[in-house]
T-cell receptor, first 115, second 113 residues
Framework: DQQVKQNSPSLSVQEGRISILNCDYTNSMFDYFLWYKKYPAEGPTFLISISSIKDKNEDGRFTVFLNKSAKHLSLHIVPSQPGDSAVYFCAASATGGTSYGKLTFGQGTILTVHP | DGGITQSPKYLFRKEGQNVTLSCEQNLNHDAMYWYRQDPGQGLRLIYYSQIVNDFQKGDIAEGYSVSREKKESFPLTVTSAQKNPTAFYLC????????????FGPGTRLTVT
């Protein structure tokens, strides 16, 4: 049962354009969401996060949008750069009880930014 | 230079042998985690520890064991009972049990033949 889904295995964009990575979740208890970036043969690195009390969080070129009613979040990268080429993982967590700190990850989306 | 160390980067074992993967952190983090990544899949939680001398099973704990005798160390043993042990294993840590931002090590690729 995949509670966090990234339905696009890959995305290709031109340098300077916008990259939009999508993520859907099914567990209505999830209330904190994160995006991680991963290069081959390396561990993921934290990119940006959003709490369910917000619908948008921005950090430089990266913006995450959360639509709670649709159980959908997206990561926007503007402008995209070749160095952004990596695998992007969406992750979610449910606060409270014994779930604190536990993250459920999506399958990842491979982003390729062409010069 | 703080961070998480996983060694070795590549590990090869024969089927039927137990193998222990190392994970060390000098970030003074309370919580540590082990994940497994397979091609086309996200990271799946194997075990986690929120404090020394305590750990809990994650979503796919069968065939694995851990210990947390020291705050900075969280070794993972892949036993012969694990049916598909070949995978990329990632260790992570977070400041405490309520912190969601996890810091990952570089990973160990285990190949069992």
């Amino acid at each position: 049962d995949q509670q966090v889904k990234q339905n696009s295995p890959s995305l290709s964009v031109q340098e300077g354009r916008i990259s939009i990575l999508n993520c859907d979740y099914t567990n209505s208890m999830f209330d904190y969401f994160l995006w991680y970036k991963k290069y081959p043969a390396e561990g993921p690195t934290f990119l940006i996060s959003i709490s369910s009390i917000k619908d948008k969080n921005e950090d430089g070129r990266f913006t995450v949008f959360l639509n709670k009613s649709a159980k959908h979040l997206s990561l926007h990268i503007v402008p995209s750069q070749p160095g952004d080429s990596a695998v992007y993982f969406c992750a979610a967590s449910a606060t409270g009880g014994t779930s604190y700190g536990k993250l459920t990850f999506g399958q990842g989306t491979i982003l390729t930014v062409h010069p | 230079d703080g961070g998480i160390t996983q060694s070795p980067k590549y590990l090869f074992r024969k089927e039927g042998q137990n193998v222990t993967l190392s994970c060390e952190q000098n970030l003074n983090h309370d919580a540590m985690y082990w994940y497994r990544q397979d091609p086309g899949q996200g990271l799946r939680l194997i075990y986690y520890s929120q404090i020394v001398n305590d750990f809990q099973k994650g979503d796919i704990a069968e065939g694995y064991s851990v210990s947390r005798e020291k705050k900075e160390s969280f070794p993972l043993t892949v036993t012969s009972a694990q049916k598909n042990p070949t995978a990329f294993y990632l260790c992570a840590s977070s400041i405490d049990r309520v912190s969601y931002e996890q810091y990952f090590g570089p990973g160990t690729r285990l190949t069992v033949t």
